[in-house]
């Protein structure tokens, strides 16, 4: 199945990329999707990211199916 995979921020600049289609496994959780999209961008790794599934947070238990939108971000903090 296909995916889009947003990328924001730091992220877009770890990947070179702000968008990507992406494959994977039908029933795919969204804990292995991350996974597989940090393998792919290795640079990712050095970053504390957050993960959202068509624009709602994941705790990484979610059902990517095809056609979703997934966003990886870094966690901002305020002050």
Known sequence: MKVQVLF????????????IE???ADATRAENALQKIVARFPKLEKHSLLF???????????IVRNGDELAVFTHVSGG
């Open 8 to 19: 924001f921020g730091a992220t877009a600049e770890a990947t070179g990329t702000r968008e």
């Open 22 to 24: 992406f494959d994977l």
């Open 52 to 62: 959202a599934v068509n624009q709602t947070y994941a705790s990484g238990d979610e």
